[in-house]
Nanobody
């Protein structure tokens, strides 16, 4: 079992940047494909980005392509989400998730472990 803890959220103006971190404990992160999701108030949780076990492949939802970058440092047991050119519609609680296996996953049901989330608020 792996425990995930997100950090790095906060309040930022539109056009600004934040970098989220997701630190894992309990098991080595290199055993898991990772994903980032977000949930805005009153809305369902949405897929944001996925990264495979090696970090060599990534996948993004269309609305964040070119602005967000997922990466990982397996030696540090940490996954990152660099968010640039933030927009008010990016405001949400952001969650990282871990999936046993190799490939990229887009559905929340395909992930086995979840962090507690970190709030990102983008002001206009």
């Amino acid at each position: 079992q792996v425990q995930l803890v997100e950090s790095g959220g906060g309040l930022v103006q539109a056009g600004g940047s934040l970098r989220l971190s997701c630190a894992a404990s309990g098991r080595t992160l290199s055993s898991y494909a990772m994903g980032w999701f977000r949930q805005a108030p009153g809305k369902e949780r949405d897929f944001v980005a996925a990264i495979n076990r090696s970090g060599g492949s990534t996948y993004y939802r269309d609305s964040v392509k070119g602005r967000f970058t997922a990466s990982r440092d397996n030696a540090k047991n940490t996954v990152y989400l660099q968010m640039n050119s933030l927009k008010p519609e990016d405001t949400a609680v952001y969650y990282c998730a871990a999936a046993i296996g190799l490939g990229l996953r887009r559905r929340g049901s395909e992930y086995d472990y979840w962090g507690q989330g970190t709030q990102v608020t983008v002001s206009s």
